[in-house]
């Protein structure tokens, strides 16, 4: 890879920072978590998957090399569109723009969604409006997964819970608000959700360790270049990888897989 063109680095979401770096896994729990959450959603040839937000495309392949009936993605950022629609295969397979929480997608006509990394983004308001739209395109018996950013512990103190969110937003530049183990769990109960399993990981996205474990030693070493070569994306990064260090003991990631009731 090139070295990165300069970019107003300074405005731009952390994950999109992160992402012209380089890093192709931007999920809290790593590629080792998201596979745990396909495991658990065992898609096989017979199903119908939709996937919301797929970024840039990472779980995409790997459940598409699952051979699904079909696949369609629902993806509101038209440049992570742009890099969906070059791996997806033509015959079943497909990425609309739209919104998650109206996917235009016809009332339980898919057996199999998942996203990940996208409701910590939302609004209460948005993440049960969200919910209840899986909820509607789900058939009976659908699984639905997430991999999510969690807080720890569960009676964790409502001023340092506010606390975090506030300094994950400013340093992330994305309205953040991560839930607790129960609240994510009963998000999902109080919405026509039975959970079948919880997964749970350190929340290490910025760790040597974890990046070498995601992206391979020649891509972190390709990230780790083009930082160098970015002052504005370093200072972004460092000020994110200080925020998470900070709230290390507070933050998590969680995969949830559910069924319809």
Request: aromatic share 6%; hydrophobic share 40%.
């Amino acid at each position: 890879m090139s070295t990165v063109v300069q970019t107003d680095f300074a405005k731009m979401p952390g994950h999109w920072v992160l992402a012209k770096m380089g890093k192709r896994v931007l999920r809290p729990g790593g590629i080792e978590l998201t596979q745990k959450m396909l495991d658990h959603l065992d898609i096989s040839e017979d199903d119908d998957v939709a996937e919301f937000a797929p970024g840039l495309g990472v779980t995409a392949k790997i459940v598409l090399d699952k051979k699904p009936k079909s696949y369609i993605a629902i993806e509101q950022n038209e440049e992570a569109a742009k890099q969906v629609y070059k791996y997806l295969p033509s015959n079943n397979a497909r990425c609309v723009i739209g919104n998650a929480e109206d996917t235009q997608l016809p009332s339980e006509s898919v057996d199999v969604l998942y996203g990940e990394a996208m409701l910590t983004m939302q609004s209460p308001k948005q993440k049960e409006t969200i919910i209840e739209e899986a909820h509607r395109i789900l058939r009976k018996g659908g699984r639905y997964g997430i991999h999510e950013l969690c807080l720890n512990p569960n009676d964790i103190d409502e001023e340092l819970k506010n606390t975090i969110r506030k300094d994950l937003a400013q340093v992330i530049r994305v309205n953040t608000k991560p839930l607790t183990v129960f609240e994510w769990k009963s998000l999902f109960e109080n919405n026509g959700f039975d959970v079948v399993i919880i997964e749970m990981r350190p929340m290490h996205l910025l760790e040597k360790k974890r990046m070498i474990q995601d992206e391979g030693v020649k891509g972190f070493a390709n990230i780790v270049k083009n930082i160098a070569v970015n002052p504005e994306a370093r200072k972004r990064i460092e000020a994110m990888q200080e925020t998470f260090k900070k709230y290390e003991k507070y933050l998590g990631a969680i995969s949830i897989v559910m069924e319809k009731k």
